[in-house]
């Protein structure tokens, strides 16, 4: 195996790379790529990183749970998600990952059907009456309203609990980008505020708890888990641990579902003939059910297509556990690695026109090494199925019910590091057909 050596990259000054990784993520990483299209090493808030940008070592390093451990970038969700699915590492996340594995694959997805269908027929339902509305903030509240009701099946008394989320990812976001802040344990104003509402929020959620434990069990997350069992016949779940899993679904599903449909809608408006050959097949089905779902193809495609060119996910991270080789490539222990998925996903040696929205290039199946939305490996995303089936409703009343038309003169741009997503909004007209 040839080794593969990393090209440093300082900057001009001290910080330099800090910041324009904090300015421009995606314009700095593609940067890198041009100094190494193999791996460049820099360091980051006092960090050594290694920017990975070769596809088979991308794949080896998610799919290796023994040499990778999740990054530090993951310690700030932490601090809201505690020992959820996204977060926990080790034994603990194999086992509760293997006991809500069948909640979350399609015969476990079948039963929250009808909730998602409900809840999206109704909200759209609103935009009957609406000559425009901005679009990526109406997709945030139609996935949070969605997502809610998958978990606790209402959502008069759930609706406080995006907000109340919202301000603490607000929080992991301000510590994740300010590394000279006061740890979380000095009594500052935005400390103090942030362990209030953390505890409004186990308050909020281990009352549902406490409410359903009264209750028959019902067709949503809340109840699949509460039923899951040990080995023994016990409830395996703690009700602590079922509040990270319950925060982590919504979490790590509202947003990325939001920008998927947005960025997708925002390219069926500038690509006219692939909006009216989406919209032929959306016709061909009459009513949908959960079985003639797989008829619509190609809004799958335009959907997969929008995950290639613009994925939520865009760079994961993962720290070296200990001193490893892979493809010649040799990492250090307590290194962080950063594998922008969003390179990949735009390289000319992998995809043809990568910058043209194109959904016929997942006619056929596409190498899933070089296309990875949902990660890879054991830790892939556990809600892929989940997201797929709440966007392709979303799509097809959408898009049976509305002609849409983009606001003249609007220019996409990107927003990171987290997650990916559109800087600003678009309005979109709207009429009822
Ligand atoms: C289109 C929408 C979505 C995208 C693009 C997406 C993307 C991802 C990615 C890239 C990961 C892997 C992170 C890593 O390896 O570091 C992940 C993990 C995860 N996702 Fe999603 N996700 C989506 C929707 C959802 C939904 C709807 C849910 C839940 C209802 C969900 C729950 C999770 C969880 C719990 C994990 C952690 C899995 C584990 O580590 O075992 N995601 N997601």
Known sequence: MEPINPTTYKGKLPLSATKEFAQNAIGFTRKLKGINPQAVSSNIVFKDFLFIFDADITSQVLKDQENFKKSF???????????????????????????????FSPKGIEGLFDSIHTKVVEDLESL???????????????AAKVVLYSLFSELQNTTNLSDLIDNLVGYANYRMKTPFALPSGFPTKRNRTFKANLRRLDDFILNIIAQRKKEVSKDDFLSYLMDIKTEDGQTYFSEKQLKDELVTLYIAGQETTASVLTFAIHELMKNPE??????????????LTYQNLGQLKYVEQVLNESMRMYPPGWGLSREVAKDVEVNGLKMKKGCTLFLPIYHLHHDEKIWESPEKFIPERFEDKVNEHYYLPFGTGARICIGKYFSLIEMKIIFYYLFKNYQLELEEGFELQLKTPMTLSPKFDFKLNCQKV
């Open 274 to 287: 692939i909006l009216q050959k989406m919209k032929a097949e959306i016709d061909t089905v009459d009513a």
């Open 128 to 142: 009957k009456d609406k000559k425009e509305f901005y679009c990526l903030d109406y997709m945030r509240n139609l």
């Open 73 to 103: 970038a993951y310690d700030y969700l932490a601090m809201i998600l505690g020992n959820g699915l996204l977060t926990a590492e080790g034994e603990e996340w194999k086992g509760n990952r293997r006991k809500m594995q069948p909640v």
